[in-house]
């Protein structure tokens, strides 16, 4: 699960809040490794908690990341060992190449899509 923190640089990207998945918090400036998931089952719960003052962040599954690139792009998650460590590295070429780093591949997908959201793709 991603934290509140890339949560959050996910929504600055553009990604859509529409999710059943949420991270809320209150106040809105959590103290460092602060986490609230919350599994919305209906719509008026996170309507609920808005209005109450929290801060509320959609928290996307791998595959709504990797839905969210489209069928056009070439898009790839590879898993990479090295002597002592394992990443997962995700990458888009289309228009051109893009690549991304993580520690698990919900890190590594969302951190592209960070990214090329950044160049406006």
Known sequence: ?????LAQ???KAGFPQESTRYHYV???NPPE???NIMEVR???GR???LAAGYDIVACPTLEELIESFGKKRGFELIEEFGSDTRNFKAVINYPKLYMDRGKDPLEAVSLL???VNKYNL
């Open 1 to 5: 699960m991603i934290t509140y923190k």
């Open 9 to 11: 640089k996910l929504k």
């Open 26 to 28: 209150k106040p809105a």
């Open 33 to 35: 490794g602060y986490e």
């Open 42 to 44: 209906n719509p008026g």
């Open 47 to 49: 309507l609920n908690l």
């Open 113 to 115: 899509f960070i990214r």
